[in-house]
């Protein structure tokens, strides 16, 4: 596609369930990122995947969250047993590279969490 | 947490007026990264510098880079109000295993037409 394409856009879960937010990054990005940014904050980040590997999960905050990429393209964020703190907007990005080399990333416009 | 902070946290201005904005931050850097986010949406590229500039131009923008500071500062020349946003610097952490960006707190814009 010609962006990176996040859904749900908008999700509101009732304290305690399972959501999952998927990402599809530009066709052909090597690197994957997923950041979490509560309002009124910068991106946080969670973790990174180049191609189907999970290099870093560092800014995963809990084992209730987990990430996956199992081809390389389109990735899953999943957040089991969901608690009021998780309420933020979830952004992909993706790139080239990593960016160590300077590679421009892309982001997607955000699936925004609200646990009730 | 979070690598760099803005300052300020907010800033309002005339449109045709310039912006100006800082990013400190703590670690050495490959490179340093502004972004904007408007209300609502994603965030959007707007310039690099590298570790081993100093000055760097795109259009009205004007980015300058003091490693010795560790220093940054974002400058909006002739602003419109099309540039109200939340505008976010970004560091790539040298010598470290981390490939992601690491972002500051960001800087909100509103530029009154």
């Known amino acids: 596609g010609a962006g990176v394409s996040q859904s749900p856009r908008y999700k509101v879960a009732k304290r305690g369930q399972d959501v999952a937010l998927r990402c599809d990054p530009i066709s052909g990005h090597v690197s994957l990122f997923w950041y979490q940014q509560a309002l009124g904050q910068g991106p946080e980040f969670l973790t990174y995947?180049?191609?189907?590997?999970?290099?870093?999960k560092s800014g995963l905050p809990s084992d209730r969250f987990f990430a996956e990429r199992p081809e390389g393209s389109v990735s899953t964020l999943k957040i089991q047993r969901t608690q009021k703190e998780d309420s933020a907007v979830y952004l992909c990005?993706?790139?080239?590279?990593?960016?160590?080399?300077?590679?421009?990333?892309?982001f997607g416009e955000g699936s925004w969490l609200t646990v009730v | 947490s979070q690598q760099g902070e803005e300052d300020p946290q907010a800033l309002s201005i005339q449109e045709g007026e310039n912006a100006t904005m800082n990013c400190s931050y703590k670690t050495s850097i490959n490179n340093l990264q502004w972004y904007r986010q408007n209300s609502g949406r994603g965030l959007v590229h707007l310039i690099l510098i590298r570790s081993n500039e100093r000055e760097k131009h795109s259009g009205r923008l004007r980015v300058t880079l003091d490693t010795s500071k560790k220093s940054s500062s974002l400058l909006i020349t002739a602003s419109r109000a099309a540039d109200t946003a939340s505008y976010f610097c970004a560091t790539d952490i040298r010598d470290t295993g981390r490939r992601a960006l690491t972002f500051g707190s960001g800087t909100r814009l509103q530029v009154q037409p």
């Open positions: 995947f180049q191609n189907e590997a999970q290099l870093d």
């Open positions: 990005a993706s790139s080239l590279e990593g960016t160590s080399s300077g590679n421009t990333i892309y």
